[in-house]
């Protein structure tokens, strides 16, 4: 199955990047999950300590045991892996880029809510106009991210 099964996420953010407050980088974590509460019936409930589902961290390069690597500044800026045990749900940010609550450098809440799309289960989308799209487009923070194509998608795994 491509999704998670339970409907009651728990996230935890294990690390911080010094690029913002700790306050900015909860709350585009928060609105990155939030995209996607807002079009199925997910939620998201954010623990402190211990293992929760989807497990956030900035990370450089080669980083604990996890398969994937970063590869310093710009090219690759986020990984996730999809629904299910162990690293299933992990998020990790590129923690060589420069990341923003606005315009400038990478903003996180966009990156985040790009890549909780691949920790629900989906993978990048032709449409340019996606959320899902490959490639970083810097749209407008406050422009509402998902296109049609995303929530067709998320639909049609969380009906
Ligand atoms: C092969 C993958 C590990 C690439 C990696 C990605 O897609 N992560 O989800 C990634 O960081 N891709 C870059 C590609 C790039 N440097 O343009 C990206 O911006 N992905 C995040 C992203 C953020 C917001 C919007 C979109 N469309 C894509
Ligand atoms: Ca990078
Ligand atoms: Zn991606």
Redesign the pocket.
């Given at each position: 199955l491509p999704g998670w099964r339970r409907h009651n996420l728990t996230y935890r953010i294990v690390n911080y990047t010094p690029d913002m407050s700790r306050a900015d980088v909860d709350e585009a974590i928060r609105n990155g999950l939030e995209v996607w509460s807002r079009v199925t019936p997910l939620t998201f409930t954010k623990t402190s300590r211990g293992i929760a589902d989807i497990m956030i961290a900035f990370r450089t390069r080669v980083h604990g045991r996890c398969p994937?690597y970063f590869d310093g500044p710009?090219?690759?800026?986020?990984?996730?892996f999809p629904p299910g045990l162990g690293l299933g749900g992990d998020t990790h940010f590129d923690e060589d880029e420069n990341w923003t609550k606005d315009g400038a450098g990478f903003n996180l809440f966009?990156?985040a809510a790009?890549?909780f799309g691949?920790a629900l289960g989906l993978s990048?989308s032709n449409d340019q106009t996606a959320?899902?799209?490959?490639?970083?487009?810097s749209l407008d923070p406050n422009k509402y991210p998902l296109s049609q194509d995303d929530i067709n998608g998320i639909q049609s795994i969380y009906g």
């Open positions: 994937r710009l090219g690759v800026l986020g990984h996730a966009l990156v790009h890549e691949h990048h959320l899902m799209f490959p490639n970083y487009v």
